[in-house]
Nanobody, 127 residues
């Protein structure tokens, strides 16, 4: 059984930064893609970023336009942990942030493409 546990959320002022972590336990394959989504109140869950195994020790990343240039995703395979560095945060980034893992196929931008989900961590951007 695979479990994903997010951490690092909290309250931050506009323009600030946060780093989220997603630790995977259990038999998560190193070839599995990992991603971050978020869901604001009254809105659908939104894709933010994914990291996909590209063979050997290489990974490729994909970002939603809304966060490109501000957010960075990466993965530490040895720790089986994915990270999301969030800079220049805006009030509209306020949401519950979710980590996901799934097989490395498809666009990796849709909820149905992921088999495992974390419980979510709250990020609030406010002065």
């Amino acid at each position: 059984q695979v479990q994903l546990v997010e951490s690092g959320g909290g309250l931050v002022q506009p323009g600030g930064s946060l780093r989220l972590s997603c630790a995977a336990s259990g038999l998560l394959r190193s070839t599995y893609a990992m991603a971050w989504f978020r869901q604001a109140p009254g809105k659908e869950r939104e894709f933010l970023a994914s990291t996909r195994w590209g063979g050997g020790s290489t990974y490729s990343e994909d970002y939603a336009d809304s966060v490109k240039g501000r957010f960075t995703i990466w993965r530490d395979s040895a720790k089986n942990t994915a990270y999301l560095q969030m800079n220049s945060l805006k009030p509209e980034d306020t949401a519950v942030y979710y980590c996901a893992a799934g097989p490395p196929k498809g666009a990796l931008r849709f909820r149905y493409e992921y088999d495992y989900w974390g419980q979510g961590t709250q990020v609030t951007v406010s002065s």
